[in-house]
């Protein structure tokens, strides 16, 4: 297995009308980067987020934070996200269990040997 890619509900928090459960892509790819993993959010528009696997997994334990983005446990059963840009703040609440499996299966993806 190389890249791993699982799709997972989350919610888009915002002042706004809720928006409701939306589909979010979760995706590693240990042959471009093994250190990180990608969150690619439908709305409001296409944005992507490159980061720290290991701080998806510190985050799910406990506050943890490395420059534009943030993860905490929120409950016994979610997790936020939060990305910060220029333009403001990006705040997204999983279920534990879904990034967990997924951490879970990264952990499992070897890279592809070429020869």
């Known amino acids: 297995m190389s890249v791993v890619e699982q799709y997972a509900r989350a919610h888009i928090v915002t002042d706004e009308e809720d928006p409701g459960s939306v589909p979010v892509m979760l995706r590693y790819d240990p042959d471009s980067d093994p250190w990180s993993v990608r969150i690619d959010l439908p709305v409001p528009g296409p944005h992507e987020w490159t980061f720290s696997r290991a701080l998806l997994e510190r985050g799910l334990r406990a506050p943890a934070e490395s420059g534009a983005v943030r993860v905490w446990p929120c409950g016994r059963v979610q997790a ?30 070897e890279p592809v040997v070429r020869s």
Do not use: M, W
């Not at 279920?95 to 951490?103: G, V």
């Open 80 to 109: 936020v996200v939060e990305f910060h840009t220029d333009h403001g703040v990006e705040v997204v609440q999983f279920e534990s269990k879904a990034l967990a499996r997924f951490l879970l299966r990264t952990y499992t993806a």
